[in-house]
């Protein structure tokens, strides 16, 4: 069972930040309500220090704080149990926090990487595609399928460089599949002819645009 002091305790805390329920306080941190049980119990000792760590910011308490206010009296009076304990979770509070820059360090390297290569993909487009909207602009004549490869081509490298590809092509007569196609207007039964009216994309098994279509 709960020890009640501990609860109130935790549920006093709770209130300063606003959170009303120990199952809110879950989804706030991350943490497990068994966990959060075990806090409530006075059982810190065996609570791993990410737990806590997670718990601290969210509770707005610094840790050693709340090491101390949910630790048992028994531990509190075993001064070297105590400071062992304390010891170790500054340890680890340090390499947390030096994790997580690395981790923060690696996001912004990964997004720099994914930036230059799209940019690769995308290199003809970014060179041609100015002088070609400007000459369509000059000329109202300009035909508009000299334009077309501009793009069409950057985007299918980058399309398929990330695995993504069509559903279907546009204006092309398929079986009507519920799970890849939205109608457009009128209804359709599962494996009537539509038609494709603007294209849909997976990437994998992922559906990430159902292709839009009428009926046949």
Do not use: C
Request: charged content about 25%.
């Amino acid at each position: 069972m709960p020890n009640i002091d501990f609860s109130e305790k935790l549920q006093d805390l709770m209130q300063r930040v606003g959170i009303s329920s120990f199952k809110a306080l879950s989804r706030a941190t991350g943490v497990s309500e068994r966990q959060i049980l075990r806090l409530r119990q006075g059982k810190l000792k065996e609570m791993r220090v990410d737990v806590l760590l997670k718990l601290s910011p969210v509770l707005k308490m610094p840790l050693n704080e709340l090491v101390t206010t949910f630790s048992s009296v028994e531990l509190l009076q075993n001064p070297t149990t105590n400071q062992e304990l304390l010891q170790e979770i500054t340890n680890l509070k340090i390499e947390y926090e030096r994790l997580q820059l690395q981790l923060e360090q690696q996001r912004e390297i990964l997004l720099k990487e994914l930036q230059q290569s799209t940019l690769q993909l995308l290199e003809s487009l970014l060179l041609q595609w100015p002088t070609a909207a400007q000459k369509a602009q000059e000329n109202p004549e300009f035909a508009a399928v000299k334009i077309v490869p501009l793009i069409q081509k950057p985007l299918e490298k980058l399309l398929q460089g990330w695995g993504v590809e069509a559903i279907a092509s546009v204006g092309t007569e398929v079986p009507y599949d519920p799970q890849l196609h939205q109608l457009m207007e009128g209804t359709a039964q599962s494996g009537e002819k539509v038609k494709v009216r603007y294209t849909g994309y997976l990437q994998g098994d992922k559906l990430l645009y159902r292709a839009k279509v009428s009926p046949v």
